[in-house]
């Protein structure tokens, strides 16, 4: 999709940049810049933490009503997290899991230090950039998916397991509780997991997932219907005895292992792979904007795409123009199609390339950058950012399948985590209980162009794809936790939490408000969006500037976030999928 002769001409008169000398683009701010170790990053004093919990932002009741437990049995905020990812991995098993990944994002208030915690996977030591050929081609994406060569040693226990090591204040034994009680005395299948039983996804019709998801009357599942799960019980069980090692060696890891090994294609992962599996803790990637400091996991997250945006739109005033203005919402696609590109072309795992991290963030970039949205015609080209190494263009498909959830403790101490296990029901292969993750299907499946350019997503042995999850931890200029928000999505994880920024901290929009607002992602030359939640007046006056909204055809957004305003919690969980808020009152919004 091209922009219009008559819409060009209106973007360059509402996206003219004006250069502004108020952006300020310090290594975390001002008040950030002392380290207190080599993977957190803190303010200059630890100030009093006036935002406290307890609450919780989930994408399901059941899991928000575990996190809320152990937080009022006087646990910690990563204490909190590993309940609620033990239940969510049992009760929206198409989302995230065990035999998954995520990125935690957690601030210290006794500190004020963030830390950025990494649970992605990675690559079997035997993989290839060959991984996903046969014949001298890429495989079809479906098979690779259905293939055992799409998971990689699953990060998100041993990340949590590190997490709770250095913030957990109750014993690790005691947080699965209800995650097993749930798996061994049944729970009620939703309304949205029934959907994804009921789907065309093929993950969904594998004999595990049919096994699985079939009643004893020989009926698939459906919402309302009792699910019970004793392998997931014996799975948490031995959690909560053995610790996150009980996943990585011994009776878990064969089966983890038999299953990737089975059937047609099967992986090289091995038992050795899972064993040596280690999250990383890393300094996180932080930028002041307007009136605060936003925080998001560097590489292989895409989190710094979300802060070359935002700082692209301090250039750009229709930006602040608001949800109601058309001009607005142009401003903000033809800023995603810069941001996208940029994003495909540069990120990957920086353990293994050059990620120009810097300059995609440089100021006299980020201004250049933006002058580009007045006659942006169309899918951007990425740039040439100060460090850049040549690389070749992108050809990764990134499915969807991801969960995010916000929590903060009665000490102001909070966690921002968005985990997932790529796809629907991640590769639809089942070990102990829970799905496999397909996360290797995030790797560019050419690890060339056709220039003969390297990609810099491209499989490695002990690579970590790139991700799109960006779970944003927002602070005050004096360094003092004031938010928190992130989002499911595939690549429009991107779009999604930018808009719930901008929504917040420039158009002063509620969180809830802010999550509720429709979505509009423009990557390459279309616009997808929620078409329906448009406006028909806002619908009109966008068709009649020539931008043609389409049904998004990505997974749809799953925000949560918290933001402390005025002394009180400002909330809020999507309407689009089954969240809830839960605080000290227990009433969900």
Known sequence: ??????????????????????????????????????????????????????????????AAEAGMAVLRSGGSAVDAAVAIQAVLGLVEPQSSGLGGGAFLMHYDAATGAVTAFDGRETAPSAATPALFYENG?????????????STGAP??????????????????????????RLASEGFEISPRLAGMIASSAPQASTDWARAYFTGADGERLAAGDVLRNPAYAATV????????????????????IETVRAGERPGALSQDDLAAYQPVAREPVCREWRLYVVCVPPPPSSGVAV????????????????????????AFAQLQRLMYADRDQYVGDADFVEVPVAGLLDPAYVAGRAGMAATLDGAAE?????????????????????????????????????????????SGRMAAGFFLNNQLTDFSFRPTDDAGRPVANAVAANKRPRSSMTPVIILDRQGRFVGAVGSPGGTSILAYVAKALV????????????????????????????????????RARLEAAGVTLRPNASENSGLHGVLWRDGRWDAGADPRREGVVR????ASR
Not at 137 to 147: D, I, T
């Open 1 to 62: 999709m091209t922009l219009s002769s008559p819409l060009r001409r209106r973007a360059a008169r509402i996206l003219t940049p004006i250069l502004s000398s108020a952006l300020i683009l310090a290594a975390c701010g001002g008040p950030m810049r002392l380290s207190a170790g080599p993977d957190t990053v803190s303010p200059l004093a630890a100030p009093e933490p006036a935002a406290r919990g307890p609450i919780v932002s989930v994408a399901n009741p059941l």
């Open 137 to 149: 081609e890429p495989l079809g994406f479906r098979e690779a998916v259905l293939s055992g060569r």
């Open 155 to 180: 990060g998100a226990v041993a990340m949590l397991g590190m997490a709770h090591e250095r913030h957990g204040r109750l014993d690790w034994s005691t947080l699965f509780g209800d995650a097993e």
């Open 237 to 256: 069980r031995a959690l909560a005895a053995e610790g996150p090692r009980a996943l990585y060696r011994g009776d878990i890891a064969r089966e983890i």
């Open 307 to 330: 802060l070359q945006l935002l700082a692209m739109a301090e250039h750009l005033p229709a930006v602040d123009a608001g949800p109601a203005d058309p001009d607005a919402w142009l």
């Open 382 to 426: 990425p740039g040439l950012p100060p460090g850049f190494r040549p690389r070749g263009a992108d050809a990764t498909a990134e499915p969807a399948g991801t969960s995010h959830f916000v929590v903060v403790d009665a000490e102001g101490n909070a966690v921002s985590m968005t985990t997932t296990v790529e796809s629907i029901f991640g």
């Open 503 to 538: 929504g917040t901290l420039a158009w002063d929009l509620s969180m809830q408000d802010a999550i509720n607002l429709p979505n509009l992602v423009a990557r390459g030359g279309g616009f997808g969006a929620d078409t329906e939640m448009f406006s028909p007046e806002l």
């Open 583 to 586: 605080d000290e009152s227990t």
